[in-house]
């Protein structure tokens, strides 16, 4: 009978050893699993006030004539950004992009915002005088376009020593939708690698 209970014993201390060791083989984030959540929360929750700046209504600018700027058959106007916005320069959107998003994903959002493809113009530029303007004209997401997220329903699906992926919910549209998220590590900190928006 002692001994029978010590076989148990053995075994459950082995089934121990063995799951904290897959487990742990798992999680090669150096992250703990609340971690990794908070992480993704913060991140997620600092991306919004960015993606309203790329995607949504943008920095605020001076004012200007919004009738003649509808009636203009031009496809792009830009209008200088009022003194009282958060940012000045394109390089100081950059900044403040890059301490959110990873550099995977800035390439294509710097593009948008910056370069301006064959499809769209430009959303930002710095005018002869150095100062940062807007495209007015360019089409913008509305509020009810944003997604919520449901950050009590994150989980860890993959947690690498480069790379986190997260499953999440989010409410768009009216409709609940489960959503993967990215995560990438850089030199100093990990980064969102996929859109929030």
Do not use: H
């Not at 004209?137 to 449901?150: G, P």
């Not at 009590?152 to 549209?173: C, H, W």
């Amino acid at each position: 009978m002692k001994s029978k209970k010590l076989l148990i014993r053995i075994g459950v201390l082995l089934l121990t050893v063995s799951l904290s060791l897959f487990l742990g083989a798992c999680n090669q984030s150096g992250l703990s699993e609340t971690e990794i959540k908070e992480m993704v929360q913060r991140l997620i929750s600092e991306a919004g006030p960015l993606n309203a700046i790329f995607f949504g209504e943008g920095l605020p600018v001076e004012d200007y004539d919004k009738e003649a700027v509808e009636n203009s058959v031009v496809a792009f106007q830009y209008v200088p950004v009022r003194a009282d916005a958060p940012y000045q320069s394109i390089e100081s959107l950059k900044e403040a992009a890059s301490q959110v998003f990873a550099q995977s994903y800035l390439v294509n959002l710097y593009e948008n915002a910056f370069e301006g493809t064959e499809e769209i113009y430009r959303r930002y530029a710095e005018d002869s005088e150095g100062r940062l303007t807007r495209n007015v004209k360019q089409t913008v997401k509305t509020t009810d376009e944003w997604t919520e997220w449901n950050f009590d329903t994150i989980k860890i699906k993959a947690a690498k020593s480069t790379l986190i992926i997260v499953e999440i919910d989010g409410v768009f549209a009216g409709r609940t939708e489960t959503e993967e998220i990215m995560l990438e590590k850089e030199k100093d900190g990990w980064r969102l690698a996929s859109p929030t928006y």
